[in-house]
């Protein structure tokens, strides 16, 4: 739960806090001013000018959380847990889940449209799956990464999204136009998700 800042305001973190299980993800606020992690049973943790609009931390989940994305207004979140269970707080809208469908590879990330009317969640074998106005631009499929996929990130159009591998590969569909990655740099550890600016 430690924090850095940079280039971007440290405005708490969960670093002196006993947590029941570890952070698992972090979404930014609008305007740079807060943020909010997220811990692998869903506890949330709120700071700067983010604000708490609940959790599934006293809820039994089936499998845990793996990530979160805010609304675009900052009024909310999405949570996705690893089995595509969608859970929805705030004025973030529930658009659908994979939730109860037998997936090939636990997902691993969650994206919000630009809109906030819907999302996407991505499987670690670079499956996507679509939910309200949250636009399929393809998959990895049958092309399957060396390592696996830990993260999805959406253009600000919502014409495309990339992927990241532990890697550091970086996989773009749509719209999304190719920056470059750390395929073939040396890492000292691998890369567990993604952001877009």
Same mark, same amino acid.
């Given at each position: 739960?430690?924090? $850095?800042? @940079? ?10 806090? %006993? ?25 949330? @943790?709120?700071?700067?000018? %983010?604000? @708490?609009?609940?959790?599934? #931390? ?29 859970? $929805? ?40 799956? $679509? ?6 631009? #393809?998959?990895? #499929? ?37 920056h470059g990655g750390m395929d073939g740099l040396h ?11």
């Amino acid at each position: 739960g430690a924090v $850095s800042g @940079f280039d971007a305001p440290f405005v708490g973190s969960t670093a002196t806090i %006993a947590l029941n299980q570890p952070i698992v993800g972090m979404a930014a606020t609008p305007d740079g001013g807060g943020y909010w992690l997220v811990a692998g049973d869903g506890g949330i @943790f709120a700071f700067g000018d %983010a604000r @708490f609009f609940g959790s599934t #931390g006293a809820m039994r989940l089936n499998q845990p959380i793996v990530g979160m994305a805010a609304t675009p207004d900052g009024g909310g979140y999405w949570l996705v847990a690893s089995d595509g269970g969608v859970f $929805s707080f705030g004025d973030a809208v529930f658009r659908g889940s994979m939730a109860g469908t037998h997936l090939n590879a636990p997902v691993v990330g969650v994206a919000a449209s630009p809109s906030g009317g819907g999302y996407w969640l991505v499987a670690s074998d670079g499956g996507v799956f $679509s939910f309200g106005d949250a636009t399929f631009r #393809g998959s990895l #499929g049958a092309t399957r990464p060396g390592t696996p996929v830990v993260g999805i990130a959406a253009v600000p159009s919502g014409g495309g999204y990339w992927m990241a591998t532990s890697a550091g590969d970086i996989v773009s569909f749509g719209s999304a136009a190719y920056h470059g990655g750390m395929d073939g740099l040396h890492l000292n550890g691998p890369v567990v998700a993604m952001t877009a600016d």
